[in-house]
């Protein structure tokens, strides 16, 4: 097929201890899946059905294990918020996908980070409008090397955690996620088919907070090392 102009090459994440990358198909984010953050937002944390936002693809931006991302601020904001998050990224497709066999659908998992526009995404939500300009911006998904599942232990009770210049910020464990994993997937599998290279940035817990220009963030997820990314 002809194309008027060249087609981006497709987003990808580095496959950790390889060669290798997952191309990235889709990114969906779960909002406030932790009931301390969900307080802290100002919302009641019973076990509501989950809700999902997008980022496109292109927002995702990896970042080397070892190594620290310079990420550009972003425009049109004075209060940018980090999130730290496990990612769960799909290598089998499906629908209508059982709770019982979600995990099989999953092909690794990473660190992840949802930057937002807080601001932005405040303003949006009191007038009832979509959240786009605050969430799904140009590299508002960075992210470390992905494990592949089979490699990694006890992700449903895992350190999840973040610091801000070597301060503490974020500190919690997946074993709080109000909908784990497993759930999610397949929750979210009714809405969509799920197909091999989307990533699930599963939710962050209490503490997120502003960064600014000269910040440098380090987060991780037990098992899965860490994230460095300083904001320029």
Known sequence: MPFVFAPAAPAAVPIVG????????????????????????????????????????????????????????????????????????????????????ALEHVWGYAVGLDMTRRDLQMKLREAGRPWELGKAFDQSAPIGPLHPANTVRGIDQAAIWLQVNGADKQRSDTGQLIWSVAETIAYLSRYFRLEAGDLIYTGTPEGVGPVVRGDTMKGGVDGLGTLSVQMV
């Open 18 to 101: 390889t060669q290798d990358t997952f191309p990235v198909r889709r990114v969906y984010c779960v909002g406030r899946n932790y009931a301390a953050h969900a307080r802290e937002m100002g919302f009641d944390p019973d076990r509501e059905p989950p809700f999902f936002f997008c980022k496109p693809a292109d927002a995702v931006v990896p970042v080397a294990e070892g190594s620290t991302l310079a990420l550009p601020y972003p425009p049109e904001t004075s209060n940018l918020h980090y999130e730290i998050e496990l990612v769960a990224a799909i290598g089998k497709a499906g629908s209508n996908i059982a709770v019982e066999a």
